[in-house]
């Protein structure tokens, strides 16, 4: 395949992480070294900048502060969540993006997100291939749900598994600190799939963790949990348990829908209350023991926690977006950037490229056998998979004692 | 005064921080130094530990173990909180305390807390005195919240502050993903005092904070508190707000006691729901604008984040700790460490002693003109006191990716 010149945009797309600038660095400053891209753009909250055209000049920003968006947290462009239609159907938005990649002439199209955003890139490509337009169309993975497919794991989960297997550990001591009872709720991030909430096993490895630990590809009962709940609280007096905010019951109910006001939605399908998962289980732990209890939501803080990222996760964040782009000036389109642990005890990660089609629309879960019964835990398989993932300190720069995080120009075009 | 020989019982009391083990660890190494010392021991849970006869020899410990205790959050021997009674009223557990002093030879008596253990520490060596039982009996200060009387600053303050302004620069720039509208609620502890909330000025200090805050020191409006969100919503689309625990309205009633059922308590004083403020507050913006709302409450992991410590708190903690124990060595009793600032730019930071009497039961707020009125942040004077405390990074060691704190032996005397 030939040399193809012009312009390239990249955009960030879905819920952000720690870690999705560390992509946009390595897409920037990978991009900005190879003479046949002639123009790097950012595309303002992904592709409705595209749409919008709404596309800042990277090459006019400082090479320091794109250094520094490795540590930066959250998505420095603007995130969106906007699904195309399929272009049977309505061919609009497409036409539109056409039209703007001509304008800049943009050859290049390079998006960061986690599945519907790879099914994005998917359309976007076989749609400009439809219209014999000549670009090159790759994903860069980018999730804390650590579920897409195909990849041994996704940039930002190393990040936030570091950072809620810290703060559980931080709890865990400060939550003992009393003779008296008390129950610990842990919500966590994960609607689907319980890889962040599986994270909190890598406390219990290090004695620091939840005496039990539910994730959504178990089925969750209530009364067995409770059950569960009050013979560790008669044993030990404190209990420390970790729940997906996914988890649902036998019926298919997220248990975050019971509200915590027991006497009105224990019989009936009540709204769900803004108290949240977390509570929501402290309340029936309360009613069921007497005990003190509290609940904690790692909430945005999870997903958004720089200070703790894990210095493994930011340079394997850089790495796929490097690799994005010199795979794409070297001829290959449709594909996602993957990751590939080499076998043995080391952990050695490869890069590797997964058609976009295979990518697309499907989600990665825990394998079940990794799950013990009764929110038991995790098995060491787990332990052996996740913990080289959360290696290493970020390299986060300080000023008066605070995150010196990336500051950007943003000149638009 | 001459050379006051036996041994000595250090306990901790109130609400852990992260770095209470310094203070600890401070204690501890230099009782350990000190000729006249002849036991050195940790009472489990406070004075509950002394009446019960429950100390653990510190002896016994590794120092490599005492030295990560300056890292170790929560209260490494356990807390309590145990309001002694008037000894005019009933001498039981003064008694028994004597008893246990007498049994151990105990001359020295350390208490690591708040307002009211420093109370407990002078009661305890009024008792003494009156009972012909030479000892000497210092506090060793610590608690987040800021508010001893008569000490510039508290250790335990500085970290939970650090991590506080860090979480909020990080949601600052997470909150700010999609081009849709959101108003953020970050519920920061603090009963009667905003030192915690105000931390997070420091963020807004950076250009990454929130737009308005509310202290306890200053009554709460929720008509004024909503016509400031809606027009900075109007104006914004992103509204962000800190808010302590303690806010109260103009009749003292707790804004946390409003529930977020807004039907059921807008008009009536309903229980408090579990949901806490933030939900609250949260769900009356959600009525006031349409918006999308977020509550966020730090909760336990302010007090216990030791991965984001202050290691000037860090260093004086542990100072504090030291200086009680050098201190009674020389003669003195009845007094707490406390800290003075030098006056000029740069900042240096001495200890001194305060008499218990004078710091029993007091609470140190912010200064009123330090406020910004409706809910507009802080002024540079809360800056300049507040920017040098959370200077440095905590050197807490890790293995595994994950972080190693100290695990004490506590053999049992």
């Known amino acids: 395949m030939g040399v193809l010149k012009g312009a390239c945009i990249f955009g960030q797309s879905g819920g952000p992480t720690s870690v999705i600038n560390a992509s946009a660095a390595g897409v920037f400053m990978q991009a900005l070294k190879e003479d046949c891209i002639t123009k790097v753009y950012g595309a303002v909250h992904g592709i409705k900048g595209v749409l919008d055209e709404k596309l800042i ?30 272009a049977e159907k309505d061919e609009t938005d497409y036409k539109r993006m056409l039209e703007v990649f001509k304008k800049y002439d943009v050859r290049y199209f390079f998006y960061n997100g986690g599945n519907d955003s790879m099914d994005t890139c998917n359309k976007i490509s076989k749609f ?38 810290t703060s559980t550990m931080e709890v865990y001591l400060d939550a003992r600190v009393y003779d008296t009872g008390m129950i610990t709720i842990l919500e966590v991030m994960g609607r689907n799939a319980g890889w962040l909430t599986a994270a909190t096993a890598l406390a219990s490895y290090k004695g620091l963790g939840p005496d039990l630990i539910y994730l959504p590809e178990k089925v969750f009962d209530m ?32 248990i975050s829908e019971y509200g915590s006001d027991l006497s009105k939605t224990k019989d009936s399908f009540g709204h769900a209350q803004l108290g949240g998962l977390a509570n929501t289980l402290a309340s029936y732990c309360k009613e069921a023991t007497g005990a003190k209890v509290r ?119």
Not at 356 to 365: D, F, G, W
């Open 295 to 413: 609940g904690i939501e790692f909430s945005l803080l999870q997903r958004c926690a720089a200070h703790q990222g894990s210095l493994t996760d930011i340079n394997e964040s850089f790495l796929a977006g490097q690799t994005a782009v010199k795979a794409a000036v070297e001829g290959m389109t449709d594909h996602m950037v993957a990751f590939e642990r080499e076998p043995g005890k080391a952990y050695k990660c490869n890069t590797k490229l997964i058609n976009l089609t295979e990518v697309a629309n499907r989600e990665k879960k825990i394998p079940v056998e990794w799950i013990l019964p009764d929110g038991k835990g995790l098995t060491q398989d787990f332990i052996d998979y996740a913990l080289p993932l959360i290696q290493g300190d970020s390299p986060l720069p300080y000023e008066d004692g605070l995150p010196r995080f990336a500051k950007l120009k943003k000149v638009f075009v």
């Open 57 to 86: 000049d990277i090459g006019q920003e400082d090479m320091a502060e794109l250094e520094l968006m490795k540590t930066t947290p959250s998505s420095a462009l603007g995130s969106v969540r906007y699904k195309l239609a399929d």
């Open 128 to 165: 400009m291939q439809k219209s014999g337009y000549e670009m090159r169309v790759m994903g860069v993975p980018k999730t804390i749900d650590n579920d897409l497919w195909a990849t041994d794991h996704c940039p930002g989960y190393g990040s936030a598994a570091k950072y809620i297997a």
């Open 223 to 254: 009364d067995k949990f409770l059950s569960d709940v009050k013979e560790i609280y008669a044993k030990n007096k404190k209990v420390i348990v970790a729940v997906s905010e996914g988890i649902k019951d036998k019926d298919g109910r997220y």
